[in-house]
């Protein structure tokens, strides 16, 4: 990445300062790069999705649940070293009773600014594919943009059935656990 200036516009797109914004010193860190992407990515979502009733928004969100089985890449990268937590989340999905508080504990755990730029980014390259509709992208954009962790718990979720050997990959592949 080539050197900016103080006084020039932070490479994050905010249109504000380095100075006065990322604090660049040796360049933007990958999280706020990765805020900027998701606030940009939720911005280009919006256009697609401002027209709908709350109906129809209510609908794409209800799909969104669908969304992870249709490719590995719109799966939440769990960690190579389990947490208990997450380990016990794993016993939890193969006896087809997964605890709600430990789902929100283990989404907060490996919940981050670069995991959610990169699941928004792998919905960017599904929709422009034609993998997945461009509304439900949209949705799924604005929610990873937002507070919510709805669309990273059902992407964990997915993950997780996948490793454990409850759900096929989307290639119909069954992974032994």
């Known amino acids: 990445m080539s050197k900016v200036g103080r006084n020039e516009?932070?490479?994050c797109g905010s249109g504000r300062k380095a100075k006065r914004c990322c604090g660049i010193e040796r360049g933007?860190?990958?999280?706020?790069?990765?805020r900027a992407f998701l606030s940009h990515a939720a911005r280009e979502g919006a256009r697609w999705t401002s027209h709908l009733s709350d109906?129809?928004?209510?609908?794409l969100f209800d799909d969104l649940w669908l969304l992870p089985a249709a490719d590995l890449s719109l799966q939440v990268e769990l960690p190579k070293l389990f947490s208990p937590e997450l380990s016990r989340l794993g016993e939890a999905v193969a006896d087809d009773d997964p605890d709600p508080l430990l789902l929100d504990a283990v989404a907060r755990e490996l919940d981050t600014p670069l995991e959610r730029a990169r699941l928004a980014r792998a919905v960017i390259a599904k929709a422009e594919a034609g993998v997945i509709a461009r509304r439900l992208?949209?949705?799924a954009l604005l929610?990873?943009?937002s507070d919510s962790r709805m669309f990273l718990r059902t992407a964990l979720l997915e993950a997780i059935a996948v490793k454990v050997g409850v759900a096929d990959t989307p290639a119909g592949i069954q992974l032994a656990a």
């Open 9 to 11: 516009p932070c490479p």
């Open 137 to 139: 992208a949209s949705a």
């Open 55 to 59: 109906e129809e928004f209510d609908a």
């Open 143 to 145: 929610d990873l943009a």
């Open 28 to 34: 933007p860190s990958e999280e706020s790069l990765a």
